[in-house]
């Protein structure tokens, strides 16, 4: 693995989720797989969970870690090939990257899409460039289209949790305020089809994601239905993909409420956080001994553990 940003980047999934099933077993176990060498983390847009989480797992494996929010204390960033920089942008990706990775020998990437031009999010173009000019492997951190770390969390979580083989996992829509991006259920839906379990989307009509990501997988606009037996229940909102960015629904009867959740097999409630209570889910939902949030912000840890040891080339 060169790179972490999509889940085709992996060779061997069952691998690597073990791999960070040992890692959160015994956390320091490779202390010194890292000795000497960085890891930069640069953030064009806010974290908590991806922020914390993947410092942690660079301390367990003795990385050094250098962290910049440079959406807001970098320069501006020119992206364009052959751009006459003659207006805001005072630096191009092409050297900031290049210099980027003089100093790090891993750097992790945060940019979430504009949820404006469609074409130009999901071809990647802040990620693709930090892996064409950086010169080092390139973590997502999530990007426009993509959370790979929160998804191999999510799949650990699930492995933890699960009490048959072949779980039924509902990835279901619900309201927001704002518009957000795909990237989460974009991403949720790319490995549970790599680990080969099946999946039931549910969202209203105009939500449909883009056809790479649910090909393969049931949708439903009757979220009642999918939630039938459900052994796991994955909320998160995303804009519309097809009317792209836009809010087409806040339709409160999309809330995750207790009574919903009665419909399931005693289904465990996922969401990758940060969440709007009594918007996406009724408190109920997520404070009962069924919601597993915390586990899955907690497996994000050796998640990124797992990801980072591989790239070191354990
Ligand atoms: N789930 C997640 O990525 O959280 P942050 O945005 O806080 O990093």
Same mark, same amino acid.
């Given at each position: 693995?060169?790179?972490?940003?999509? %889940?085709?980047?992996?060779?061997?999934?069952? %691998?690597? +989720?073990?791999?960070?099933?040992?890692?959160?077993?015994?956390?320091?176990?490779?202390?010194?797989?890292?000795?000497?060498?960085? +890891?930069?983390?640069?953030?064009?847009?806010?974290?908590?969970?991806? =922020?914390?989480?993947?410092?942690?797992?660079?301390? &367990?494996?003795? +990385?050094?870690?250098?962290?910049?929010?440079?959406?807001?204390?970098?320069?501006?960033?020119?992206?364009?090939?052959?751009?006459?920089?003659?207006?805001?942008?005072?630096? *191009?990706?092409?050297?900031?990257?290049?210099?980027?990775?003089?100093?790090?020998?891993?750097?992790?990437?945060?940019?979430?899409?504009?949820?404006?031009?469609?074409?130009?999010?999901?071809?990647?173009?802040?990620?693709?460039?930090?892996?064409?000019?950086?010169?080092?492997?390139?973590?997502?951190?999530?990007?426009?289209? =993509? *959370? @790979?770390?929160?998804?191999?969390?999510?799949?650990?979580?699930?492995?933890?949790?699960?009490?048959?083989?072949?779980?039924?996992?509902? +990835?279901?829509?619900?309201?927001?305020? =704002?518009?957000? @991006?795909?990237?989460?259920? &974009?991403?949720?839906?790319?490995?549970?089809?790599?680990?080969?379990?099946?999946?039931?989307?549910?969202?209203?009509?105009?939500?449909?994601?883009?056809?790479?990501?649910?090909?393969?997988?049931?949708?439903?606009?009757?979220?009642?239905?999918?939630?039938?037996?459900?052994?796991?229940?994955?909320?998160?909102?995303?804009?519309?993909? =097809?009317?792209?960015?836009?809010?087409?629904?806040?339709?409160?009867?999309?809330?995750?409420?207790?009574?919903?959740?009665?419909?399931?097999?005693?289904?465990?409630?996922?969401?990758?956080? @940060?969440?709007?209570? &009594?918007?996406?889910?009724?408190?109920?939902? #997520?404070?009962?001994?069924?919601? #597993?949030?915390?586990?899955?912000?907690?497996?994000?840890?050796?998640? %990124?553990? %797992?990801?980072?040891?591989?790239?070191?080339?354990?």
């Amino acid at each position: 693995m060169h790179h972490f940003t999509a %889940a085709s980047d992996v060779t061997d999934l069952p %691998a690597l +989720l073990a791999k960070a099933a040992r890692c959160k077993a015994d956390p320091l176990q490779w202390s010194t797989l890292g000795r000497g060498k960085t +890891l930069g983390l640069i953030f064009f847009n806010p974290s908590l969970r991806t =922020r914390l989480s993947t410092q942690k797992a660079a301390h &367990n494996l003795g +990385l050094q870690c250098i962290v910049m929010n440079i959406g807001t204390e970098g320069w501006q960033l020119e992206f364009e090939d052959g751009a006459v920089m003659n207006a805001g942008t005072a630096e *191009h990706v092409k050297d900031a990257a290049a210099v980027m990775g003089r100093y790090c020998d891993i750097i992790g990437v945060r940019s979430f899409p504009g949820l404006k031009d469609r074409e130009e999010d999901y071809q990647e173009r802040v990620l693709e460039a930090f892996k064409k000019y950086a010169g080092v492997p390139i973590l997502s951190l999530e990007s426009a289209t =993509r *959370h @790979p770390l929160q998804s191999l969390a999510d799949l650990l979580t699930i492995e933890e949790y699960k009490q048959v083989e072949r779980p039924k996992i509902v +990835l279901s829509w619900a309201p927001h305020p =704002r518009a957000l @991006p795909q990237a989460v259920a &974009n991403s949720f839906a790319e490995w549970i089809r790599a680990s080969e379990y099946d999946l039931v989307i549910t969202h209203p009509e105009g939500y449909d994601l883009a056809a790479p990501f649910f090909a393969g997988h049931t949708v439903t606009y009757d979220q009642n239905e999918a939630l039938k037996d459900a052994d796991f229940v994955y909320v998160k909102n995303w804009s519309s993909y =097809r009317q792209y960015g836009q809010i087409l629904s806040q339709d409160p009867s999309w809330m995750i409420t207790e009574e919903k959740m009665a419909l399931t097999n005693q289904g465990k409630f996922m969401h990758c956080l @940060p969440v709007r209570r &009594n918007v996406i889910v009724a408190d109920g939902v #997520i404070d009962s001994a069924d919601s #597993i949030v915390l586990d899955q912000a907690e497996n994000r840890t050796y998640a %990124a553990q %797992a990801v980072l040891a591989t790239l070191l080339g354990k």
